[in-house]
């Protein structure tokens, strides 16, 4: 196989409005990709790294699937890329994978862009003979993507919307609920989203003590464990999300801390995309900061 330096963007989907999927030719990094990790890209020479899970990869084509929505300076400079276009790095695969067995009955739960990276771990545990029920929620029908996936990946789907714009309204732990009060006997769940909703799905399962973990996205730089930002506290003890995760026992995530963490550079990645704004794409490759 052909080893491929620059990263070249073979096919782009837009889900929704600012959500896209890039299928990149990666074949090295598509070897070894496992469900559950994630990569680190930089567009060009001066740019932002920024880690996005792995949503789906295919070793015969050598590509590797990320969904990525555009929030601030970088991930709208990404999004502003097509097909044909090239990455500069694409460096991975990164973090420990999930680990899949046989457990029995399972929950994976996947919110907002959240449903991209549960998608290749469903797969993984149902084809490791799990009972897979997957629940996907958005805040309308509109942001709601991969829903068919999803429903090849599980055993059974569920899905939902916050304003009741398509199937059910409500939220994603209104299902849980749900599942976990008719199946009775789940032996794992799994949640991947937006921090608050991660922090709900938690407070839920921890009454019916079934253990969840959740999959963080926190702040990060090099990937390799060297730079500590993004720490987590876990159990009391300080874990590198990179290298230790980016899974963990959602009970002994702390959230509060987590969430404040999450919001320390909103100051300047607001000045970034603003500058970013008014100079236009085009002009913009200046190392002026950004979002993760």
């Not at 929030?71 to 990164?94: M, R, S, W, Y």
């Not at 990276?117 to 993507?145: D, Y």
């Not at 939902?160 to 939220?171: E, L, M, N, P, V």
């Not at 922090?199 to 926190?218: D, E, H, P």
Request: charged share 25%; glycine share 10%.
């Amino acid at each position: 196989m052909e080893v491929v330096t620059t990263y070249r963007i073979l096919r782009k989907e837009v889900l929704a409005p600012t959500l896209n999927m890039f299928e990149i030719e990666a074949p090295l990094v598509t070897k070894k990709a496992k469900a559950g990790q994630f990569v680190i890209l930089r567009i060009h020479e001066e740019g932002e790294r920024i880690p996005l899970t792995i949503a789906d990869f295919d070793r015969e084509k050598g590509t590797i699937t990320c969904v990525f929505q555009e929030v601030g300076k970088t991930t709208k400079e990404l999004g502003a890329l097509g097909e044909g276009d090239f990455i500069k790095d694409f460096v991975g695969p990164l973090g420990l994978p999930s680990h899949i067995e046989k457990y029995g009955r399972i929950a994976c739960v996947g919110g907002g862009v959240g449903v991209a990276p549960v998608h290749p771990i469903a797969r993984a545990l149902k084809e490791a003979g799990n009972e897979v029920t997957g629940i996907i929620g958005a805040r309308t029908k509109e942001l709601l993507f991969w829903e068919d996936k999803m429903r090849a990946a599980c055993s059974e789907l569920r899905v939902i919307t916050d304003d009741g714009s398509y199937a059910r309204k409500g939220f994603v732990t209104d299902l849980l609920k749900e599942v976990i009060e008719e199946k009775g006997d789940i032996a794992l769940c799994l949640a991947i989203g937006p921090l608050p909703m991660m922090r709900a799905v938690c407070g839920l399962t921890k009454q019916y003590n079934l253990k969840t973990f959740v999959s963080l996205n926190s702040i990060m730089v090099d990937g390799t464990g060297m730079c500590g930002c993004c720490r987590v506290s876990v159990g009391g003890e300080t874990r590198f999300a990179c290298v230790d995760g980016p899974e963990f026992d959602g009970h002994q995530v702390d959230f509060d801390e987590m969430a404040r963490r999450s919001v320390i550079y909103k100051p300047k990645e607001q000045t970034a995309l603003e500058r970013y704004n008014s100079q236009g794409a085009h002009k913009c490759s200046c190392n002026c900061g950004g979002d993760s």
